[in-house]
DNA sequence: CTTTCAGCCTGACGGC
DNA sequence: TGCCGTCAGGCTGAAA
């Protein structure tokens, strides 16, 4: 599933064939996705070069001359340069082909990822948080953005507009880190606490971001899902398993409706 | 305003 | 072997 460092892993991968080549041709095979796909992209598209490669949270921005395509590969998506004689995949729902040959393709079985344009500025990109990695986040911002809530800490930062691309994996794994139960009222806790864990939010996905070579080559290489987090993760995906740190029985609880592992030894 | 929750979708997996 | 039910998960928009 992508979080936040596969995204920017996918952006790195895709910039050298794409930045600055012109668009040859784009073909939809499946235009219902999250969003369904504008019927004319093709037509709208075609003709432009794609000036700059971005990413904003979990979306992926191409820059064109008149307007921007906004990318999103949900649960299960993935985009990648494929050779011109490589097969098409099931699932292949859309690719673009660029003037210098090189051919991407967005692949994703959920369909919950999307392809948008918009020659103005994205609707989705409008009330967003800011990037974890920036100085605009901070302990500081958790904390007063938090007083007087009683929503759980786990989904608070999930929440997109305290902060992007915080995923069901690093949310929980750097709340581990932070010794924080993801049950606790974020309105209850410290500055200092909030300081802790803001940081931690960082360490986990700027680490994750520079395993994310791993995940491309594995990808690209056919196998499949990275295996870089099954290594380096705590508490994720370990209901019932001993934890990593005092031994004790890892504890799975629904929060938001999003499955959430913790100890309650080392977390309070 | 805050909070909760259904729904989108397919593949993987467990039970029988 | 295969069928069926359940689950996973980001994000939005509607309901409470």
Redesign the pocket.
Known sequence: ?P?LPEVETTLRGIEPAIAGQVINSIRVHQG?L?WPVNPNLAQLVEGQTVTHLSRR???LLMQLDQGSMLV?L???GSLRIVQPNEELR??DHIEMQMSNGSLLRFHD????GCWLWSEGPH??LAHLGPEPLSDDFNGQRLYQ?SR?????VK??I?D?KIV??V???YASEALFRSGIRPDRA??NLSLRRYTELAGHIKEVLAAAIVQGGTTLRDFVNGNGEPGYFQQTLAV??RGDEPCIACAGRLKEI?L????SVFCPRCQR
């Open positions: 599933m979080e219902s999250r949270a979990k979306y999103h949900g649960m299960s099931k699932h079985p959920r369909r919950f609707q989705q953005l007087r809530r009683k929503v759980a989904p608070f999930m997109n992007v691309g995923g069901n994996i974020s309105g994720y995906g629904k938001g409706q999003r499955s």
